[in-house]
């Protein structure tokens, strides 16, 4: 078993970071063992990263049909469950489930977007964590995780590529 | 039309557009610290003298309320409906601004929303705090109210979703959450960047709001799919509300309610409030505190000016619509109505409406210098919302004294709501004062992102601003 | 015999339950006395869930309608109409629904008190025993013809045993009287029909039965005479025969309930009621054709609608109908008999109806008597408080009556009380003139009274109306009838009877051999429990349609004070003359104008917009002898040179609800009576000062609506 | 496969039980006299709070019927309208009941008037706001809490225990005397037939000195209220709003 090492490199500029990692690429380090860290959002494209996954949309949809089913529930099925009549009005209107139907469907689907952040996330999260926070000063930084054997070939070259600092990553408490 | 006081068009540009006049992130994001921590005593005073409004009217008020009863307002029949409904519809248009500038402005990418979106969002969010406080104040056994709640019961007496009050409260309750999601959202990377500069209890708060956000590629990811969803979903969201909250009135079989433009024509309303209030909070902001002048500009008074004046002919549109359907109808309920309005004891709040709606935006929002001046806008806004405030009165307590049974017209005098309605007012300004002290009002990631995509492209001889699309 | 059976057993036989239409059969119960037993012994009867009706007489005012009272658990629940009873089959008027709203009064007197005149209820209760006595001592103390007693307009038990008692002691009768009585005109239409028909009787003017009603101010669908049997013939008046629905017209100078529902209402000068009638006699007679009758022969019939300031048309289009009618009737009341031309007025009108109408009665007598007992007139009480006033009177008992707030002040009654040693209220509630008594031995409430109550008019029957507790005693009250009994005990005067359900039984027994009554018994128990259940005795009375002299009638000119204004003072259709301390009929709108809780004066918006007035502006209204201040209504119907005062509010005490509510309008009633003694208070004239205060009236109705205020359409 | 009930989704716009009447009243005006008798019978029967000067002068009061009047004309040619007793007309298709959130006025099936359940209200006065008879009353105070009104301490006693008396915060209205109709049917039923024509009657109805309110079922051709239904000058007010009143006014007479 290779004992992993994590470097933390930081950049000031978009430029340097993208040739970084396409230096590391070279390196032999797999982007699955890089990340990047910015407190801008910086699209995958402009650093030439493979596109991360996301499964919020899937879980908006999923929180959209469970609110649509609640909704079809509170519209369609609560008012059979105690029939009162009103304004002789049927008991279930399809206008009135409309209405129902659509506020519902819409919470469901706007609580499970924000829930998807927090699962795809892991939020919250408090634990330590590799981190500095010169990157919501504008800086960009890459976390690599290499061979120890690979660490100092990998730092000399980002140093080389403009990085401002390379240092061994250490989890703290943010 | 370039000032001729400025040769070079790059320095007149970064003047005139924050877009073009980037500062180092760590710089603004110092600024907006430092404008979270710069409280002079004045900011005290005036937030111990609203916590003591608010107590009152709140407190105090709303308990003598609670426990004598609903006759201490001014309501009565017919006025079953008084000032608590007014306040809770002019609330809720005062919410419609925060979602209409984020989300709808972020749909079609209209850049000069970016440094105010925040501030517009907590109108949005503590705008619904108050709508909610004015509908429970309004409900004559609040204690109850839970009645209306769906929850399962042994009963199995589910609410009544005929109610367009059962289709109010999952529409606020939904636009209510579904806003302070939103709002919360792109607040996560702000709080990120406070904690990384906060100590002390500042920092705990930081931290504890910031849920260990870091900025990986994931986090931005998926922070960035789920607010285009939202900005798309919360739109239909927010129309809903404001039209339901229209349905309220429009389902009566009422004269002069019952009409089927009630809809739009509230929800036009709303944001017609809603952007006069924006602009106020912005000139205030501006104003009072610190480094707030490089990042509001006239450019984005001017930008929700035109706003304001399109909104307020759109409202003008409606209010006509509205008025010559109901008018040319020729309903002996519906005339007398509209005469009651015009020509009853409380004529001059239609014509105050109309001249604070119309007249007022149309004759000052057209010139591109008055509209870029703070202290102007922020008198429009004000005349705007008390046009609003009185479109709302007009609309409920005087239009319900005119009824089907002339036998028991009457005219509405307000008691209690005064008072509370004050209340809410002080509660809404204290609460976004505080917030001011505690949440970054300018969104730096967003303002860093706009600047990173702007720049100056020369097109021949002139020198034009472009933006790039980055996302 | 002897054996005792519990009251409760007692009310439970005499009560009209649903299920006891198996009445007594013959023999009725064992025992006359009655019993009170703790409520901790629970008679079935009072479970939950489980009502018991008890009969009784409405003594709200004086006409004697018949009540069931719908009692539970001891407590009376509602009080409905007796469909027995002949005066109002089973109906009810406000005042009457409202009666338990006395009963349970917060401010009813709860004990006997030592009131020594205090401005205010004193505090000091006695126990009944020395109450019994001091009454006892007053009467060995005094002078027969020292002691006097006023009493109320209904002719009761109680005012029998005033009578058999002054009687027996030699003193002068009870007197009785009130302020409808007042405002009735009572004495007048007894008078007149003395004059016309040799009978001092009241009318009854059967509406039923006729066709074409004209009305000459009588306000008979309100308060007047016997209001609920009145308007249960005005419905049928309405309703009509075969299916042709009955007119009604009324002639008055200010809109009254009653000329609300006319189909038209023609207004007149005051006073000039009695030259009306006769004008429309001489217009039906020419109508109808033969003879003329001696009555009309000289009046001007265009002079007389001139004097009126009434269109010629409308008088003749009435004519008209009523030759035309076949049963016509006139009737005349209210204003029109206040005047100095009353007894004239009154038989005027008498004469239209002796000529032509086949609807005009006079009422059948009361059961055992031969003669119509009348209420004293205005004048006659004139005289009594002068009397009170030389200080001849000692001690004055005083039941069932407020004169402190009744009589006119003019008549100077309060003044008057001050020379009078000992005065003794037998009130229920803390009225007026209880606080300026000595002492208040308050009388039970009348849902908790025996009695009974002669009827006088409203009905084709002789009516003696019954009365029994529907629930025992509230607070700590004692018939009136039995301390008169006891102290008379104590101070020896001879009395053969030991109670009050003793005397009642006594003066019932001569009716038990009657024959052809409502019902029959074999003796006095059995015709006790009889009278109780079905709430009353009466007798079916053959009316017969008077026979006049065919003299001339006169129609002088009414007399008038000198001032701006005529004043037509008229009692509240929802008060009454003592409805102020009711907290429901204070919030029920009245009628015409729907104000509630408060006095007002009604002026004509012309007069208004001349005077400078406006809706709510306070006025004062001043005549010769008094003035008063209260909110103007601008009233659509009513003569521009008439202003209307409602009599009823006006109260300096009378409990919570009424006290310092509103004004009282016979404060500016001179002392001028008319041929019959009544006071002629429609003859007062005032003027109108603004005071630049303002006061709101309460009303139900809405002066936007109804006004078009605020909307631009004002008057 | 399954239907879909039609009835259920309000496809056919409402329910066919909703055209039947059962419970209704006649009201004729021409014989009214605005004696003001059927409201206090009804305060009386129904523990209708009052609530004082001020309170009544300000559209407050609590009266579950009025008598309405209007003028028409001048002087001296003025004429009062007919008085217009006007009270929940126990609306077929109420437009109070889908409007409450809270099920707190509903059409009772059983009955077919129109109910409100005291204990369910929240007082959001929708309503009220929406009855066009405007015959719903609020209560605004604690009327009828003896700690609030001290009058009531004793008044309390008369109060007819087979009504709620109610508290602060809610609405309330004519219930068509439904206490009494209850009544009558246990009693109908335990003696195993049908309530008879006139065996029982509301509060207001039994008042009237003048029987201008008459009260019975509808749905019985037999029965006085429809025969004086079926006279034909009946008119139903508001009618054309759809509501489908109970109470019919006679405007016979002029």
């Not at chain 2, 017919?78 to 519809?89: C, K």
């Not at chain 3, 009170?36 to 009072?46: D, I, S, V």
Request: proline fraction near 5%; include cysteine; charge should be negative.
């Amino acid at each position: 078993m290779t004992i992993e090492k994590s470097l933390l490199a930081v950049f000031s500029d978009l430029e340097p970071a993208a040739d970084a990692i396409e230096q590391l690429r070279h390196l032999g380090v797999h982007d699955d063992c890089m990340n990047v860290i910015s407190g801008v959002p910086v699209t995958e494209a402009m650093l030439g990263r493979p596109n991360q996954w996301t499964n919020v949309p899937r879980l908006a949809m999923g929180g959209a049909i469970l609110g649509f089913i609640a909704g079809l529930f509170l519209a369609f099925s609560s008012p059979t469950s105690y029939e009162i009549q009103v304004g002789g009005q049927g008991f279930a209107p399809v206008p009135v489930a409309i209405v129902v139907v659509f506020e519902l469907t819409m919470l469901g689907m706007l609580l499970s977007t924000f829930l998807g952040v927090f699962l795809d996330s892991y939020f919250p999260n408090y634990r330590p964590m590799h981190y500095v926070p010169e990157v919501s000063d504008g800086k960009i930084a890459v976390l690599i995780e290499c061979p120890q054997a690979d660490e100092q070939k990998i730092t000399d070259a980002l140093k080389k590529l403009g990085a401002e600092s390379v240092q061994m990553a250490e989890a703290q408490h943010l | 039309m370039s000032d001729k006081k400025h040769h070079n068009p790059e320095e007149h540009f970064r003047e005139q557009h924050l877009m073009l006049d980037p500062m180092p992130r760590g710089q603004m994001n110092d600024m907006v610290m430092e404008s979270m921590h710069t409280t002079s005593w004045k900011f005290w005073v005036v937030a111990a003298i609203l916590a003591v409004i608010s107590f009152i009217g709140l407190g105090v008020d709303w308990y003598r309320l609670i426990m004598e009863g609903q006759g201490l307002a001014g309501v009565m029949r017919p006025d079953y409906w008084g000032i608590f409904l007014v306040n809770t519809v002019f609330w809720i248009g005062i919410s419609h601004a925060g979602t209409f500038i984020s989300a709808i402005l972020r749909v079609f990418k209209a850049e000069f929303r970016r440094p105010f979106t925040r501030a517009a969002e907590l109108m949005t969010t503590f705008g619904l705090v108050q709508a909610g406080f004015s509908i429970f104040m309004h409900m004559g056994r609040v204690w109850l109210s839970y009645w209306l709640m769906p929850y399962p019961n042994q009963r199995q007496l589910w609410p009544n979703f005929h109610s367009p009050l059962s289709w109010d409260l999952l529409a606020i309750t939904t636009y209510l959450l579904s806003s302070t999601m939103y709002l919360f959202l792109p607040l996560i990377p702000d709080m990120a960047m406070a904690r990384d500069r906060s100590t002390g209890w500042r920092k705990t708060f930081y931290k504890v709001l910031a849920l260990g956000f870091r900025g990986t590629e994931g986090e931005w990811a998926h922070l960035r799919t789920a607010m285009n969803i939202f900005a798309f979903a919360i739109i239909p969201v927010m129309f809903s509300v404001h039209t339901i909250v229209s349905w309220d009135f429009a389902m009566a079989t009422r004269p002069g309610w019952s009409s089927t433009i009630f809809g739009p024509y509230f929800v036009i309303g709303a944001l017609h409030s809603g952007m006069g209030a924006v602009v106020m909070v912005l000139a205030v902001v501006r104003g009072t505190m610190k480094h707030m002048k490089y990042f509001i500009r006239p450019e984005h008074f001017e930008g929700i000016a035109r706003l304001m004046l399109i909104i307020s002919m759109a409202w003008a549109y409606f209010f006509f619509n509205d008025y010559i359907v109901q008018w040319y109808g020729g309903d002996k309920w519906t005339k007398t109505l509209l005469h009651w309005h015009e020509a009853g004891p409380m004529g001059w709040m239609w014509f105050a409406m109309l001249i604070f709606n119309i007249a007022i935006p149309w004759s000052i929002l057209w010139n591109k210098k008055w509209r870029s001046t703070p202290w102007l806008l922020f008198i429009v806004g004000l005349l705007i919302n008390v046009g609003m405030w009185f479109e709302r009165y007009i609309i409920v307590p005087i239009s319900v004294t005119i009824n089907r049974m002339p036998f028991t017209w009457r005219l509405y005098q307000p008691g209690i709501e005064v008072p509370m309605g004050i209340g809410t007012v002080a509660f809404f300004i204290l609460l976004y004062m505080l917030a001011s002290r505690l949440v970054p009002l300018i969104p730096v990631w967003e303002v860093q992102e706009g600047q990173m995509a702007h720049s100056l492209t020369k097109f021949g001889r002139e020198t034009v601003m472009t933006v790039s699309e980055l996302e | 015999m002897t054996q005792k059976i519990s009251r409760r057993d007692f009310l439970k036989l005499a009560g009209v339950g649903a299920a006891t239409t198996a009445v007594l059969t013959g023999c009725g119960p064992a025992a006359k006395f009655v019993t009170r037993q703790p409520y901790l012994k629970m008679p079935e009867y009072t479970y939950n869930g489980e009502s018991t009706y008890y009969a009784t007489t409405c003594r709200e005012c004086a006409a004697a309608c018949g009540l069931v009272v719908r009692t539970m658990q001891g407590r009376a629940i509602k009080v409905e109409g007796n469909k027995a009873n002949p005066v109002n089959l089973g109906k009810t008027c406000a005042r009457g629904q409202t009666t338990l709203q006395g009963l349970y009064n917060p401010d009813r007197v709860t004990a006997p008190t030592k009131q020594g005149r205090a401005k205010d209820l004193s505090g000091s209760a006695m126990n009944w025993d020395d109450a019994v006595a001091t009454v006892s001592d007053i009467l060995k103390k005094y002078k027969a013809s020292e002691i006097a007693f006023l009493m109320g307009t209904a002719p009761d038990h109680l005012f029998d045993l005033a009578t058999d008692l002054t009687g027996a002691m030699g003193a002068s009768a009870p007197v009785r009287y009130g302020a409808l009585s007042m405002f009735e005109g009572r004495a007048t239409l007894a008078q007149a029909a003395q004059e016309m028909f040799g009978q001092p009787a009241l009318p009854f003017f059967d509406l039923a039965s006729a066709d074409v009603v004209v009305s000459f101010g009588a306000n008979f669908l309100e308060t007047w005479v016997s209001p609920v049997a009145y308007t249960r013939g005005y419905s049928k008046l309405r309703k009509g025969h075969d299916r042709r629905r009955g007119l009604f017209f009324q002639f008055e100078a200010r809109m009254s309930q009653t000329g609300s529902v006319a189909d038209e209402w023609i207004a007149l000068r005051p006073g000039t009621e009695g030259l009306v009638a006769l004008a429309l006699g001489k217009l039906v007679a020419e109508a109808r054709g033969g003879s003329m009758p001696k009555a009309f022969a000289s009046v001007n019939v265009n002079e007389a609608a001139e004097k009126a300031g009434v269109e010629l048309e409308a008088l003749h289009v009435i004519a008209e109908e009523f030759a035309k009618a076949n049963a016509p009737l006139a009737i005349v009341g209210g204003p029109a008999l206040a005047h100095s031309n009353g007894v004239e007025t009154t038989k005027a009108v008498y004469a239209l109806n002796a000529a032509f109408s086949s609807s005009f009665f006079l009422s059948p007598l009361a059961p055992g008597e031969d003669v119509y007992h009348r209420p004293a007139s205005a004048q006659e009480m004139s005289e009594f408080v002068k009397k009170l006033e030389s200080g001849a009177v000692k001690a004055l008992f005083i039941h069932g009556v407020n004169p402190a707030f009744e009589l006119p002040k003019s008549l100077g009654f309060e003044a008057a009380l001050k020379n009078v040693e000992t005065v003794i209220s037998f009130a229920t509630f803390p009225d007026e003139t209880a606080l300026l008594s000595d002492y208040i031995f308050p009388d039970h409430h009348a849902l908790e009274s025996f009695g009974y109550q002669r009827a006088y008019t409203g009905a084709n029957a002789s009516v003696l109306s019954g009365l029994q507790p529907a629930v025992t005693p509230f607070v700590d009250t004692k018939a009136t009838a039995d301390v008169l009994l006891a102290a008379a005990a104590q101070a020896g005067f001879p009395f053969p009877y030991a109670d009050e359900f003793a005397f009642i039984q006594g003066k019932l027994q001569q009716f038990v051999p009657i024959a052809g009554g409502s019902f029959a018994a074999p003796e006095i128990n059995a015709f006790t429990a009889f009278f109780q259940q079905f709430g009353g005795w009466w007798k079916q009375a053959d009316l017969v349609a008077p026979t006049a002299s065919n003299g001339a009638v006169n129609a002088p000119e009414a007399e008038f004070e000198e001032g701006e204004f005529f004043l037509i003072p008229f009692v509240s259709p929802t008060l009454g003359e003592a409805g102020a301390n009711k907290p429901w009929l204070q919030e029920t709108a009245d009628p015409t104008t729907t104000v509630m809780w408060n006095t007002w004066v009604e002026i004509n918006p012309e007069t208004a917009h001349e005077l400078g007035v406006e809706n709510d502006d306070v006025v004062k209204i001043v005549s010769a002898a008094g003035e008063v201040e209260a909110s103007v209504y601008l009233y659509p119907a009513i003569r521009p040179d008439v202003i209307a005062i409602p009599f009823g509010q006006g109260h300096t005490a009378y409990g919570q609800f009424a006290a310092g509510r509103g004004v009282n309008p016979a404060d500016l009633f001179g002392a001028k009576f008319n041929a019959a003694g009544d006071l002629a208070y429609a003859g007062v004239k005032v003027r109108v000062e603004k005071t630049g205060k303002k006061q709101y009236l309460s009303r139900l109705e809405s002066k936007i609506g109804v006004y078009g205020e605020g909307l631009g359409e004002e008057h | 496969m399954t239907t879909i009930d039609l009835n259920m989704v309000g496809a056919k716009g409402a329910l066919v039980e909703a055209a039947e009447g059962k419970w209704g009243m006649v009201i004729d005006q021409d014989l009214c006299t605005g004696c003001q008798a059927c409201v206090t019978a009804c305060a009386m029967e129904n523990n209708i709070a009052f609530v004082g000067e001020e309170d009544a002068g300000y559209g407050r009061s609590m009266h579950w019927i009025r008598i309405e009047r209007f003028w028409e004309g001048h002087y001296p040619h003025v004429k009062m309208t007919h008085y217009q007793p006007m009270l929940c007309q126990q609306c077929g298709k109420a437009p109070c009941e889908p409007v409450c959130p809270a099920f707190a006025t509903v059409h009772s099936q059983s009955e077919q008037v129109n109910v409100q359940v005291y204990n369910r209200c929240v007082g959001t006065r929708y309503c009220g706001n929406n009855c066009p008879y405007q015959v719903r009353s609020f209560n605004w105070f604690d009327y009828n809490d003896e700690r609030i009104n001290k009058a009531i301490a004793t008044l309390k006693h008369q109060f007819n225990p087979d009504v709620t008396v109610r508290r602060r915060g809610i609405m309330e209205k004519c219930s068509f005397c439904i206490q009494r109709i209850h009544k009558a049917q246990d009693k109908a039923k335990s003696e195993g037939r049908e309530v008879a024509d006139g065996e029982f009657t509301t509060a207001c109805a039994q008042a009237c000195p003048a029987d201008a309110i008459v009260f019975g079922r509808v749905d019985n051709p037999e029965s006085l209220v429809s025969q004086l239904m079926a006279e034909g000058h009946g008119v139903q007010h508001l009618s054309e709003l759809g509501t489908l009143p109970r109470v019919t006014y006679l405007v016979g007479g002029q």
